[in-house]
């Protein structure tokens, strides 16, 4: 899931999260009617992500992924209107979405997740938020691994290529079954945290230092 890793960049990730607030703030209060800013907030994201050497399949598959549930939601509303108005709404969710999704993908180009943690932390976020975020994104990738074994478990037992209906149900099935692992996979994980002396901080080796042991780190809180 995570392709790439950040680009190098001399600036501080506080400038980089707050250019990226910036621009998402500017796309979500100025009036879709001033299409040019939105249309010149759209260039300079493109530039940002050219500096920020971002390839452009790595771009376009995400687009790919995005675009269609942003469309689907874009004309929702005036599709329940019978087309007779809604046209300005649908323009702003576009607008204002692909403008917010460019901005967090190319923030996630140059700034590092333990970067952003600590950003946030600078910046007074709550730290119960920095944890569910920081043990969402551990575990994201143990649950991704669990539904591949799950998947080619499933593919080991299916002998003969079954109707899409079916193909359906079993995927629903699978979904149920990794949820019930996920629940009991992350009531295992938090017992062991507690038993190793968890106490909701997220901590990193800048927290810690090469002269400071991760006890002492913790007496001084």
């Known amino acids: 899931m995570n392709e790439f890793s950040p680009s190098r960049s001399n600036s501080s990730p506080i400038w980089r999260v707050g250019f990226c607030l910036m621009i998402i703030v500017a796309g979500l209060t100025v009036p ?10 759209l260039a300079i ?14 771009l376009g598959r995400r687009l ?12 929702s ?32 180009r140059v700034v590092s997740f333990d970067e952003l943690i600590q950003t946030f932390r600078q910046f007074h976020v709550p730290e119960l938020l920095l944890s569910v975020l920081v043990l969402s994104y ?12 799950m998947q080619t ?27 019930v692992r996920a629940l009991t996979r992350a009531e295992r994980v938090h017992d062991s945290m507690c038993a190793r002396g968890w106490d909701g901080r997220h901590r990193t080796l800048n927290d810690i230092g090469p002269n400071k042991s991760f006890h002492n780190a913790r007496a001084d809180r």
């Open 64 to 75: 790919a992924v995005f675009l269609p549930f942003l469309g689907l939601l874009a004309i």
């Open 138 to 149: 551990r575990y994201l990738f143990v649950l991704w691994e669990e539904l591949e074994r």
């Open 77 to 108: 509303l005036p599709f329940s209107q019978g087309f007779r108005s809604g046209g300005e709404l649908a323009a702003a969710i576009a607008f204002r979405g692909l403008i917010s999704f460019l901005a967090a993908l190319w923030l996630t």
């Open 32 to 41: 879709i009617g001033y299409w040019p800013f939105h249309g010149m907030l």
């Open 153 to 179: 478990a499933r593919a080991a037992r299916t002998v003969n290529p079954r109707p899409l209906f079916a193909r359906w149900r079993l995927s629903v099935q699978l979904i149920g079954m990794l949820l």
């Open 45 to 58: 994201l493109w530039a940002a992500h050219a500096f920020a050497e971002t390839p452009l399949s790595y």
